[in-house]
């Protein structure tokens, strides 16, 4: 086995955290370093993590803390899905990956059956008739609750379709022009300048985003940080666009294309609210 592979549990997610990052080249240091557990890393408040992050090198490069944070929170919050872990991991480890089953352990009556050792659970019958009788009740609840109110859930299943889209185009429609913005618009100046002062971009991300030689290269930079942002950037991205390019016949049209799609969210919104009364 080399020596770089994961040798556990918790250097394995710190593995697939990296790996979803694609900061693997960082995966060395944070075991040298002793700093292998993801999840309390993921709790950790920010000294102790600024702590971390120049310990292992990584604080040099302010959009990989960033992109390591944002892989790390995701990861945190459903750190399950991770379900391939190598069998020697799962058998050296198998306290931390099974508490559940770990605990049952004690419960459990061994008797010698031609020289092995067999475990019969005691309270696995037990656990199993508690789980059916909560699924006929849950069935039960969700068939009265249908009879009573028939247009209930299909409303609310629009309802919830029309919120999901929503949040989608929020979040996500920056990234239907991001070709055309990163080949055809200079980012990097006016901008820039005017996303800064309207707190949308930091001045120490200044530094990263004129760092690259080519003007794709810079524009590439800034729309990673923005598509990064938490918030809701399109409405903001599009107005300063609007206002720093006034005679580029180009960026107009891209921004004509961008309240387009901003009017289409605003229709959705509407019909969702029309519903919902």
Not at 87 to 102: E, L, M, N, V, W
Not at 127 to 134: S, Y
Not at 174 to 185: A, I, R, V
Request: include cysteine.
């Amino acid at each position: 086995m080399a020596s770089n592979e994961p040798q556990n549990l918790s250097e394995w997610q710190l593995h697939c955290v990296l790996k979803r990052a694609s900061l693997l080249q960082y995966y060395e240091s944070f075991i040298k370093h002793g700093e292998c557990n993801v999840l309390q890393l993921s709790k950790a408040e920010d000294g102790k993590f600024k702590d971390v992050m120049e310990k292992v090198g990584m604080a040099k490069k302010s959009i990989h803390v960033r992109h390591f944070k944002s892989t790390l929170l995701q990861w945190a919050k459903d750190p399950g899905k991770d379900k391939h872990v190598p069998s020697y991991i799962k058998k050296s480890d198998d306290s931390t990956t099974s508490p559940a089953q770990g605990s049952l352990k004690p419960d459990t009556v061994s008797f010698s059956m031609t020289g092995k050792y067999s475990e019969v659970p005691q309270l696995k019958k037990s656990i199993q008739e508690i789980k059916t009788k909560e699924k006929e009740e849950l069935t039960s609840y969700k068939s009265e609750k249908k009879k009573a109110h028939p247009n209930e859930d299909t409303t609310q299943k629009y309802t919830q379709s029309v919120i999901k889209d929503q949040e989608h185009h929020e979040h996500h429609d920056l990234t239907g022009y991001y070709d055309e913005l990163l080949d055809n618009t200079v980012l990097d100046k006016m901008v820039l300048d005017n996303l800064i002062s309207r707190c949308i971009i930091m001045i120490e991300d200044r530094e990263e985003i004129i760092k690259p030689t080519t003007q794709r290269e810079r524009n590439k930079v800034l729309l990673d940080i923005l598509t990064e942002r938490p918030y809701p950037t399109f409405h903001l991205f599009k107005d300063v666009l609007l206002e720093s390019e006034p005679s580029n016949s180009y960026v107009q049209e891209i921004v004509r294309k961008m309240q387009s799609t901003e009017s289409r969210d605003e229709h959705i919104s509407w019909q969702g609210h029309e519903i919902g009364k």
